[in-house]
């Protein structure tokens, strides 16, 4: 299943996200201000809002809204057997 939704996460978790195994992120877009985040910083606590393409398990259903990256890891960690 795919879920298009808004992401706050800091660059570092950003990029967890589209490494992990999890799920499979098609299209992340930074929402942020380009002017003043020219480029990725890992080691910054400053939180951004990305615009997610996410394909994911079937049973989680579909994502929608605004979430934390804490947040979609728990919803993506969950056990599909409830």
């Known amino acids: 299943?795919?879920?298009?939704?808004?992401?706050?996460?800091?660059?570092?978790?950003?990029?967890a996200l589209f490494d992990s195994q999890l799920a499979t992120v098609k299209l992340m877009s930074f929402?942020?201000?380009?002017?003043?985040?020219?480029?990725?910083?890992?080691?910054?606590?400053v939180v951004h809002k990305w615009e997610v393409k996410l394909r994911h398990r079937e049973d989680?259903?579909?994502?929608?809204?605004?979430?934390?990256y804490a947040k979609l890891m728990n919803i993506l960690k969950s056990n599909p057997n409830g």
Request: aromatic share 10%.
């Open 1 to 15: 299943m795919e879920s298009d939704f808004i992401l706050k996460a800091t660059d570092k978790e950003a990029k």
């Open 31 to 45: 929402m942020g201000d380009k002017e003043l985040y020219p480029t990725m910083d890992y080691n910054s606590n």
């Open 60 to 68: 989680i259903g579909e994502l929608r809204g605004t979430y934390s």
